[in-house]
């Protein structure tokens, strides 16, 4: 008996996969989406420093038995303070499918103050009966937000509040699956990609420095990975369309990563700029002066480095984690025990 719940428990172990926690979930019918619930998504009134984020997933859900519906976001109340500030332009929102291959991919991002003065809402997706997906909204206050002379101190606080509407799509031609596709997208993209021209390495960091995509721009988004070309960790909210520099923070010291940066235009997505590579530092070496810029050619520039002390730096950055090993180990552990 022992080893044959051990083997339907193996089974389980191998097969089941990870599943997000939502944080609000949207039911849209033939009729409505309800309401998200009364408090907003995203409220803080505590004050922000550049570099704070924050993640919230969102499960939208068609629940119609037939129709295919369009669901859509829009704004439904946003609070930043101090008005006077504008700090609406430095918080970054990301919305994120999670269902596809890359858990990353941009639905659309730009500045609260850019959604919020948006007219038209953004189109989550169009929703054939019975599906459902989550969606990442991640909010960024832009590590670049400086102090100014009307606005000495660069902390916020703010509320945004989101509402979800549906549209009956009745065209079959745009229904080819029976997985939600994403709508069309009216956003124009860059009219060229940004140039990485300098790169820092520190013991858990790096920082990136880049020359700005023509416009139009709203956000750039940060790829990097652990070999040329293969990206497996992505910000999505690096900045604003003003930024030119990022930390990263959170990463192994002594290994070499590569790094390419994408200007964005709502939700439509550029060209990916030139790939530069750098090392990770050990724990007792001083952070390195670089010395070199990249070319504006395509491809992979490493950059010589002098050592010389700099000032520590610590600003969050966004990396993509995996606590599915932890569920996993758990599940053999009990396996042992039932085994004994």
């Known amino acids: ?6 083997l339907v428990l193996l089974i389980y172990a191998l097969l089941s996969r990870q ?3 939502a944080d609000w979930e949207i039911d849209c019918d033939g009729k409505d989406c309800t309401n998200p619930p009364p408090h907003p998504l995203f409220t803080q009134t505590d004050q922000w420093i550049p570099g704070m984020w924050e993640a919230k997933i969102v499960t939208v859900k068609n629940l119609d038995d037939k129709k295919n519906l369009e669901i859509n976001t829009k704004v439904k109340n946003l609070q930043v303070d101090p008005l006077k500030c504008h700090f609406d332009e430095q918080l970054i929102l990301s919305i994120n499918r999670l269902d596809l291959p890359d858990k990353n991919t941009v639905v659309w991002s730009g500045s609260v103050g850019d959604l919020f003065k948006r007219r038209d809402p953004i189109s989550l997706g169009i929703f054939p009966p019975k599906t459902d997906v989550d969606f990442r909204y991640i909010i960024s206050y832009n590590q670049d937000a400086v102090a100014e002379e009307n606005c000495p101190n660069p902390t916020t606080s703010f509320s945004l509040q989101l509402n979800f509407s549906r549209k009956e ?11 939600v596709t994403s709508a069309k997208c009216d956003d124009q993209a860059p009219k060229s ?11 858990n960091s790096i920082a990136l420095f880049w020359e700005k995509a023509q416009e139009p721009v709203t956000y750039y988004i940060i790829q990097y990975g652990t070999q040329p070309n293969k990206y497996e960790f992505t910000n999505p909210n690096a900045g604003g369309k003003e930024t030119t520099k990022y930390i990263i923070n959170s990463l192994d010291s002594e290994k070499q990563y590569f790094f ?3 200007a964005g235009n ?3 997505v550029g060209l990916q700029s030139n790939q530069l590579t750098a090392v990770t530092l050990k724990n007792f070496q001083t952070s390195p002066t ?5 070319s504006n050619v395509l491809g992979v520039s490493t950059c010589n480095v002098i050592s010389t002390p700099t000032p520590t730096v610590s600003i969050l950055g966004i990396t993509k984690k995996n606590a599915y090993w932890f ?11 039932l085994w004994l």
């Open 1 to 6: 008996m022992k080893r044959y719940v051990l």
């Open 327 to 337: 569920i996993v180990a758990l599940q053999f552990v009990a396996l042992a025990v």
């Open 260 to 262: 390419t940066v994408v």
């Open 266 to 268: 709502g939700c439509a």
């Open 19 to 21: 599943v997000f926690a």
């Open 169 to 179: 799509v009745n065209n079959e031609s745009e229904i080819n699956t029976n997985k």
């Open 193 to 203: 990609p940004p140039t990485l021209i300098n790169i820092i390495p520190g013991i």
């Open 290 to 294: 670089i010395i070199n810029q990249s």
